[in-house]
């Protein structure tokens, strides 16, 4: 596996992701248990650091995730000792026994490859029991941008955990190919350890609404709404670009 310092330094990285769960983690449930009310035994893939599987526990779930990244694996399993996670690498997965739902927020759907993201989309698929509900977040692009590349962009906030703050500087910095984006990850100690700065490096895929809703599609999701990070189930969006929630529902 590639170095990814991001995610290698697992603590900064769960101390710049701290903030409340909350919201995120009702909207999941709402959206999981449109799909199967009574849905219990869910699934995290890309779980990282495992910022929402606790929070899905506490809402009545079974959650199990898993990751390719063992650093971020060994920061969920303090913090949500209860769920099962496994390491693995989301384009050779494939389920062990059904789940009841599925969710994987904050872009990391992103980092699959076209082929691989159809890959885990069908194993993914298949790993669902129907009706159940998979809500995915990610960044999506202008439909006329240039091949589907996203203008840059640029995130910037501070946040803390047991006492490590930490600055995340995040960036879009330009086109790595076909349908390919580069993307810049900064974190920055900003007290509370030695102060240090992680940078790192890294490609995703870009996706368009109709190419998002035609892979869900072809690996037999129908979906039932858009969203926003503000995670109001009550506001659903009719213009589908930047940083969307999707529920959708399992029909096999
Ligand atoms: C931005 S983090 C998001 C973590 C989590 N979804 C959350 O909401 O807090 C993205 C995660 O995806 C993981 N990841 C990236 N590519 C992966 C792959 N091919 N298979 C499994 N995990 C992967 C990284 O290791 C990282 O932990």
């Known amino acids: 596996m590639q170095p990814h310092p991001f995610y290698d330094r697992a603590l900064l990285y769960d101390a710049a992701f701290s903030w409340d769960p909350a919201p995120e983690a009702d909207f999941?449930?709402?959206?999981l248990r449109g799909?199967?009310?009574g849905a219990v035994r869910v699934l995290e893939p890309f779980c990282g650091a495992g910022r929402l599987l606790a929070a899905m526990e506490q809402r009545g779930f079974r959650?199990?995730?898993?990751?390719?990244?063992?650093?971020?694996?060994e920061v969920a399993r303090r913090r949500a000792p209860r769920s099962r996670?496994?390491?693995?690498?989301?384009?050779?997965?494939?389920?062990?026994a059904p789940y009841e739902g599925a969710y994987a927020l904050i872009d990391s759907f992103r980092h699959l490859g076209m082929?691989?993201?159809?890959?885990?989309?069908?194993?993914?698929?298949?790993g669902l029991v129907p009706g159940a509900g998979f809500v995915l977040g990610l960044d999506l692009a202008e439909e006329d941008g240039v091949d589907g590349i996203p203008l840059a962009?640029?995130?910037r906030w501070t946040s803390s955990r047991d006492g490590l703050v930490v600055e995340c500087v995040?960036?879009?910095?330009?086109?790595?190919?076909?349908?390919?984006?580069?993307?810049?990850?900064?974190?920055?100690?900003?007290?509370?350890?030695?102060?240090?700065?992680v940078v790192d490096h890294y490609v995703l895929t870009t996706w368009t609404w109709a190419q998002i809703?035609?892979?869900?599609?072809?690996?037999?999701?129908?979906?039932?709404?858009?969203?926003?990070?503000?995670?109001?189930?009550?506001?659903?969006?009719?213009?589908?670009v930047g940083g969307v929630v999707v529920v959708a529902y399992s029909k096999r």
């Not at 959650?63 to 694996?73: I, T, Y």
């Not at 082929?115 to 298949?126: C, E, P, S, V």
């Not at 076909?178 to 102060?195: D, Q, T, Y």
């Open 28 to 31: 999941v449930a709402w959206g």
């Open 35 to 37: 799909g199967l009310p």
């Open 63 to 73: 959650a199990e995730g898993f990751d390719r990244n063992p650093a971020m694996l």
């Open 85 to 96: 996670v496994v390491q693995a690498d989301a384009a050779v997965w494939e389920a062990e």
């Open 115 to 126: 082929d691989a993201a159809a890959t885990f989309l069908g194993a993914l698929g298949r």
């Open 153 to 155: 962009s640029e995130e």
């Open 170 to 197: 995040y960036r879009s910095t330009g086109p790595a190919g076909k349908r390919r984006e580069w993307a810049e990850a900064r974190l920055r100690v900003i007290s509370g350890a030695p102060r240090e700065e």
């Open 213 to 240: 809703e035609a892979a869900l599609a072809a690996a037999g999701f129908r979906v039932r709404g858009v969203y926003d990070r503000r995670y109001d189930r009550d506001r659903p969006l009719t213009n589908r």
